[in-house]
C-alpha cells in the first residue's frame, strides 16, 4: 500500500564508493523528483523526470547520475561518494497536471553516511 | 533566483497557547505548499495554497495566501503536544516545472 517507497532506508558506505538508491510511486503519477535534506535539514530539489524525461536538473556534481526506466520508478546513482555527500535523500512524485499545481507525495527517505 | 524566508526558525510554546509561522518568499508566485515533518520521518502534505486570500483549515492548523505581500502564514490554534515537529512552507514558481523551493523549516515544540 506504500505509496511512494524507497530502498535502502539506510546506507552506511566508505568514500570512493559507488551506491544507488531506488525509488518506486504506485500512485499513478507522471513526475517524480530527487531532493537531499543536509543535516540542518534544509531541502533542496536535485532532479526530476517528467514520463521518463529529465525536466529539472539542479547544479550538482555530476557524480550524481538519475536514471527512470519507467515512470513508476527513479533511481540515483552516485559515483566516487564523498564526505559531503551524507544526508538524507527523499524522493518523490506528482501529477503533473499540465495547469495549476499539484501535492508532491514524499517517501520515507534513505539516510547515506558516508565514513 | 528564489528565495523562501520562514520565522521563525524555533518554536516553542506551551500547549493552549496560540502562535503563527510566517513565510515569505521573493518572486510573485500563487503556489505554495506546507508540508510537517516529525523528526527521522518523511514529509507530509498539510495544505496547498494556489490563490491570492486562499485559506485553508485543518484541525488546529490554518493556512492563508497574500500573494500582494509574498506572504503565507500558517497559525496553529490552542496548540497541542502532537503538533510538535518542523514545518516547512514551499514556493513553486509558473514556469519552473514545479520545482519546490523550501524555506529552512520552523521546528515547533509544544510542552505541556
Known amino acids: 500500500d506504500t505509496a511512494v517507497s524507497q530502498t535502502p532506508k539506510y546506507l552506511v558506505t566508505q568514500m570512493g564508493n559507488d551506491k544507488s538508491i531506488k525509488c518506486e510511486q504506485n500512485l499513478g503519477h507522471d513526475t517524480m523528483y530527487w531532493y537531499k535534506q543536509d543535516s540542518k535539514k534544509f531541502l533542496k530539489i536535485m532532479f526530476s523526470y517528467n514520463n521518463k524525461e529529465l525536466i529539472i536538473n539542479e547544479t550538482v556534481p555530476n557524480r550524481f547520475s538519475p536514471k527512470s526506466p519507467d515512470k513508476a520508478h527513479l533511481n540515483l546513482h552516485i559515483n566516487s561518494l564523498e564526505l559531503g555527500d551524507s544526508a538524507v535523500y527523499f524522493c518523490?512524485?506528482?501529477?503533473?497536471?499540465?495547469?495549476?499545481?499539484?501535492?508532491?507525495?514524499f517517501g520515507p527517505g534513505t539516510r547515506l553516511t558516508v565514513l | 533566483e528564489l528565495k523562501v524566508e520562514q520565522n521563525p526558525l524555533f518554536l516553542s510554546m506551551q500547549e493552549g497557547k496560540n502562535y503563527t509561522i510566517y513565510c515569505n518568499y521573493s518572486?510573485?508566485?500563487?503556489?505554495l505548499y506546507w508540508y510537517r515533518q516529525d523528526p527521522g520521518k518523511s514529509l507530509e502534505s498539510l495544505f496547498v495554497l494556489l490563490s491570492n486570500g486562499a485559506v485553508k483549515q485543518e484541525g488546529r492548523l490554518m493556512a492563508s495566501l497574500d500573494t500582494k505581500a509574498r506572504l503565507s502564514t500558517l497559525h496553529i490554534t490552542a496548540a497541542v503536544h502532537d503538533l510538535s515537529a518542523t514545518y516547512f512552507c514551499a514556493v513553486d514558481l509558473e514556469g519552473s516545472n514545479y520545482k519546490l523551493t523550501f524555506g529552512k523549516g520552523t521546528l515547533l515544540t509544544v510542552n505541556p
Open positions: 518523490a512524485s506528482s501529477q503533473l497536471a499540465g495547469k495549476g499545481a499539484d501535492t508532491q507525495y
Open positions: 518572486t510573485t508566485s500563487d503556489r
